[in-house]
């Protein structure tokens, strides 16, 4: 231990350039993340305007919390969140495990394939949103007249301006840009199973069906648990696509949880409410993400 | 072998094509921008699908107006300046942390790396009221810098685990040898690790570049003149003020050239990317 400065030994001398150099990423993360989180969750027990923000905050207890329990349409909206997120998480596990398992160890222009793939999930989402808006446009988008060519439907639907197609279309959207990420994640788990897995799977006369449910997706589980973790975090978080496709519309059928917290912060200047309702959301997270944690981890315990 | 091969392809082949049909449904809408910024509008009130897949003209008018307008050029140039600066402040930061998370011991290290992990799952939305009032406090609402502040929020906890990982794949006696030859650990850092690290520095910073470039919810609150909007802002209020086919068409062309560095990206990371987002890239 012959290379510690000015007499410190190496171990001491690694542990002070360890702080040091982790030190102004602490600083930044506990300035711009720890401090706000703290922050709002203390705000939502108080009653203060953004318009004034001079005059003294008033403590309301457990007030703010009252008003959205009792409030009826408090309850729509966490609905509203739960079913599109449910919804796009479910249809993205779903589709992206079917193209996963229809390309892995199969598809020759892979790379071309992935890369363009991509796309969805990388382009910005002002961008998505401007092109859907287009293409579910009531007259002139594709959406519908591809569908009336197929004579699913008769009429045009004005997709993004009634309550339940709105839901509809939001969950395709989200479905459509959080593909890519899921299906790479799906791919990548899928490429470490053993193919003598299934080979041994086939000499015993298993049907693919059963080697599915056998093989693919116990072999899957961690790999699943974490997709459906972060994409449910990731799209119950989601706040732009929402705001610029519907604006939470029509008639709030569409109005999210990230939604109402810019809302009550940013048109009614609301600090307590916003904060209340972004104080929801994270117990909301961190219970689905614990649920979702728990279910894989039980799972394992009774395999082992 | 290569019969076993050929064999398997053959029985794959509806699988491949039930892949490429999907993958078709996932890129039709990008390839329907980028047309639809360079058809005549005709094509699209005709409502031909045939037309829209194949085009039979092109016209530059659309691409021409948001490309010469001064408007659009700003937000573009407001975007390059706010994605560069955070790119620029993350790695800084983040090279330094990741580096004492993946080969320096010290105690609460490992807390704190995880504690990283968990801040890239916090929504925006929960940091909104204290940022603004901390941004309103340094007196930079309505500032680009106030971006570049805020976004570093969800930039640098995802630079820290995409470059402690990189890190992590480095054999550690890169370092050693130079320690043995009288470098100091920091001298190794400087001279030996980073020079060696350069691909996935660059691989990282163009994924926190991505980031930026996209972000949305913060310069909704945080700009509110066109002089420092961003593409995202100043393209959704500017653009679609009608709802006229014309006014699509630009829409489109604005937003192919708004997603034009993007796709630039996607050209230069190509492998990188899927890699990159496989181990938790790009938030949604």
Redesign the interface.
């Known amino acids: 231990m012959r290379?510690g400065?000015r007499g410190l030994s190496l171990r001491n001398?690694?542990?002070l350039?360890?702080?040091?150099?982790?030190f102004?990423?602490?600083a930044?993360?506990v300035a711009?993340?720890?401090?706000?989180?703290i922050?709002?969750l203390w705000?939502a027990f108080f009653n203060e305007s953004?318009l004034r923000?001079n005059d003294p905050a008033e403590f309301v207890g457990l007030d703010n919390f009252r008003r959205l329990v009792t409030d009826g349409e408090f309850w729509k909206v966490v609905k509203n969140s739960v079913v599109l997120t449910a919804g796009a998480v479910a249809g993205e596990v779903i589709?992206g495990m079917?193209?996963a398992?229809?390309?892995n160890?199969?598809?020759?222009g892979r790379?071309l394939?992935?890369?363009?793939?991509?796309?969805?999930?990388?382009?910005?989402?002002?961008?998505?949103?401007?092109?859907?808006v287009?293409?579910l446009?009531p007259q002139?988008g594709?959406v519908n007249?591809?569908l009336q060519?197929l004579h699913i439907i008769d009429e045009p639907i004005a997709w993004l301006s009634e309550g339940v197609t709105a839901m509809i279309s939001l969950i395709a959207v989200y479905t459509?840009?959080?593909?890519?990420?899921t299906f790479?994640?799906l791919l990548?788990g899928l490429q470490t199973i053993p193919e003598d897995w299934y080979e041994a799977a086939k000499v015993d006369g298993a049907s693919a069906w059963q080697m599915f449910w056998n093989i693919t997706v116990p072999a899957l589980r961690y790999v699943l648990v974490i997709v459906l973790v972060?994409?449910t975090?990731?799209?119950?978080?989601?706040?732009?696509m929402v705001?610029?496709l519907t604006g939470g519309g029509p008639a709030r059928a569409t109005l999210t949880l990230?939604m109402q917290?810019?809302t009550a912060?940013?048109r009614e200047y609301n600090?307590g409410m916003?904060?209340a309702i972004?104080a929801v959301?994270?117990v909301l997270?961190v219970l689905l993400?614990l649920i979702m944690l728990r279910v894989g981890w039980v799972e394992e315990e009774s395999q082992a | 072998m290569r019969r076993v091969a050929k064999v398997l392809t053959a029985k794959h082949r509806p699988r491949a094509l039930l892949g490429l049909f999907l993958s078709f449904l996932a890129v039709f809408p990008i390839y329907f921008m980028v047309v639809g910024s360079i058809s005549p509008v005709e094509t699209f009130l005709r409502r031909d699908l045939g037309e829209i897949l194949l085009p039979r003209a092109f016209v530059g008018d659309h691409m021409a107006v948001v490309a010469f307008d001064p408007v659009f050029l700003r937000f573009a140039l407001n975007s390059m300046i706010v994605a560069t600066g955070t790119t620029f402040v993350s790695i800084a930061v983040a090279t330094l942390g990741a580096y004492s998370l993946a080969r320096l011991r010290f105690p609460g290290g490992e807390v704190i790396g995880r504690f990283a992990l968990l801040t890239y799952t916090v929504p925006s939305v929960l940091l909104l009221i204290p940022l603004f009032k901390i941004v309103v406090t340094l007196n930079l609402a309505n500032n680009l810098v106030a971006l570049i502040i805020t976004y570093t929020t969800f930039s640098v906890p995802f630079c820290l685990w995409l470059l402690r990982s990189y890190f992590q794949s480095l054999p550690r006696d890169l370092e050693e040898a130079a320690m043995v030859d009288g470098a100091s650990r920091l001298g190794a850092l400087f001279r030996v690790i980073l020079p060696l690290s350069v691909p996935g520095i660059v691989a990282t910073a163009l994924f926190a570049f991505i980031l930026a470039w996209n972000e949305f919810l913060f310069a909704l609150v945080f700009t509110t003149t066109s002089d420092v909007k961003t593409l995202p802002i100043g393209v959704s209020t500017t653009f679609t003020a009608e709802q006229t086919a014309t006014d699509w068409a630009v829409a489109m062309s604005a937003s192919t050239l708004s997603a034009v560095p993007i796709f630039i990206i996607v050209l230069i990371l190509q492998r990188g990317l899927v890699r990159g987002i496989t181990a938790g890239a790009v938030k949604g």
Do not use: C, Q
Request: charged letters at 5%.
């Open positions: 290379w400065i001398s690694e542990r350039l360890g702080i040091g150099l982790l102004p990423t602490v930044l993360i711009v993340v720890l401090y706000p989180m922050s709002t705000l953004l923000p589709i079917i193209i398992l229809a390309v160890a199969s598809y020759r790379g394939f992935r890369t363009l793939n991509i796309l969805p999930w990388v382009i910005p989402s002002f961008v998505t949103a401007f092109v859907w287009w293409l446009h002139f594709p007249a591809f060519l459509w840009k959080g593909l890519p990420w790479l994640v990548a972060l994409r975090i990731w799209t119950f978080n989601s706040f732009d705001y610029l990230p917290v810019f912060g940013f600090v916003s904060s972004a959301m994270v997270v993400s």
